[in-house]
């Protein structure tokens, strides 16, 4: 049966699965008014365009379609009349349940795996080249005043004395500016613990530098969730000393992440540890709140 549109294929696929709404909101975490919206291509219904992939992916996943291809088609790169992606097998349960849906969502695209470590890179490359520079201007610097010294020493005249004194006088202006240049942008990001409950703590980054990548490590196997204006962006079950890196929105300022055992797992923010006071052997589920708070740019 031939489709014309993404939500027409998508609805027909739930059907034909038997999932209802309200299940399907249960197993995706996506609201029931956004999954209509999808349902009815009325995209514009969603909070924009991230959340219309991640949602059609989300949406794809759990009624057995392929969520990359349906992006694509989305974006206008491809066309559901000339469709060729193989269907995926369909799930043996569909009950809803924590487990079932952590069983389905194991397979990550490559896309969304391969950009965080693109970006570390490029992040990573633009600080060793801006302390090269600064160490090259450093050097710079060293021989013109051990030149002025000397002169002023060999020939003794009042003239060049004056000559050596009014052409330091920049030098000194320069390393003052250099020196408050250094300090800012040696301004780092900072990671503040706030309140603890026990069941979950609030923790504020100050001065994040776009885009905030979250980095997971797993010590055991731990079922993590990541939210941003309650829908989820991520959540898988990762084994242990498995690894996983999710970038956030730009324009994200509250983040809610959950780990199903408090103890398994340690979380980073732009390379930087987020705290998370799980304690030892600590297997109860644990929520974090990031409050955001992005540099100025420069």
């Given amino acids: 049966m031939a489709f014309e549109t993404i939500g027409e294929k998508l609805r027909q696929a739930r059907l034909n699965k038997k999932i209802s709404l309200d299940e399907l909101q249960q197993i995706t975490k996506i609201q029931k008014r956004y999954l209509e919206s999808i349902d009815q291509d009325d995209f514009d219904q969603l909070p924009g365009k991230f959340y219309v992939r991640a949602f059609i992916r989300q949406y794809a996943e759990a ?3 392929d969520g990359d291809y349906l992006v694509d088609v989305f974006d206008g790169k491809k066309s559901l009349l000339e469709e060729t992606v193989k269907k995926r097998p369909e799930p043996e349960v569909v009950n809803g349940s924590r487990k079932a849906m952590h069983q389905e969502e194991k397979n990550l695209s490559k896309f969304w795996t391969s950009l965080p470590v693109l970006l570390l890179g490029l992040v990573a490359l633009a600080i060793i080249s801006i302390v090269v520079y600064m160490s ?8 013109i ?8 020493s060999v020939e003794g005249s009042v003239a060049q004395k004056e000559t050596a004194t009014t052409s330091s006088e920049p030098t000194a202006e320069s390393t003052v500016a250099s020196t408050t240049q250094s300090t800012e942008e040696q301004k780092k990001m900072a990671i503040t613990a706030g309140q603890d409950t026990g069941a979950a703590i609030a923790v504020s980054i100050t001065d994040a530098k776009k885009p905030v990548t979250l980095e997971f490590t797993a010590t055991n196997r731990v079922w993590i969730g990541v939210q941003v204006d309650n829908a ?20 994200a300022t509250n983040v809610t992440i959950t780990l199903g055992a408090a103890s398994n797992a340690t979380i980073k923010a732009n390379g930087e540890e ?5 304690g030892e052997n600590n297997l109860s589920p644990k929520n974090i709140t990031l409050a955001l708070q992005y540099a100025e740019a420069e």
Avoid at 136 to 143: G, I, L, T
Avoid at 235 to 243: F, I, K, Y
Avoid at 244 to 251: A, G, K, R, V
Avoid at 274 to 278: E, K, L, S, T, Y
Wanted: no cysteine.
């Fill in 136 to 143: 090259w201007q450093d050097r710079q610097s060293d021989p």
């Fill in 274 to 278: 987020i705290p998370v006071n799980a």
């Fill in 145 to 152: 005043i051990g030149a002025d010294a000397s002169s002023i």
């Fill in 63 to 65: 009624v057995g379609e």
């Fill in 232 to 251: 989820y962006i991520y959540q898988g079950t990762l084994a242990a000393n498995e690894t996983q890196s999710t970038p956030l929105p730009e324009t």
